[in-house]
């Protein structure tokens, strides 16, 4: 399978179906030793791509909680006293 550039790079949904249907041809079975290394390693590479995906979610919803926080503890919320 061809290497994708970073213009080519799937978005996370692309990405994680694509995962699947490698998955689900792997259980299939019926495929040489080499086509199954070849999906396993495009497997290996759109869970990496996914993962970079939550990373990146999980740093932009951490960037928001943070700019938050202060704003709820200025209007005295009950839940962060001080």
Known sequence: MPEQNANDRPGY???RDQLAELVKRLE????????SL???????QLAAICEEWLEGARARL????????????RDGDPARPF
């Open 28 to 35: 299939a079975g019926g495929l040489t030793l080499e086509q």
């Open 62 to 73: 951490a960037a928001v909680t943070s700019q938050q926080e202060p704003d709820a503890a």
């Open 13 to 15: 949904e692309q990405a």
């Open 38 to 44: 070849e999906l396993w390693e495009r497997g290996e």
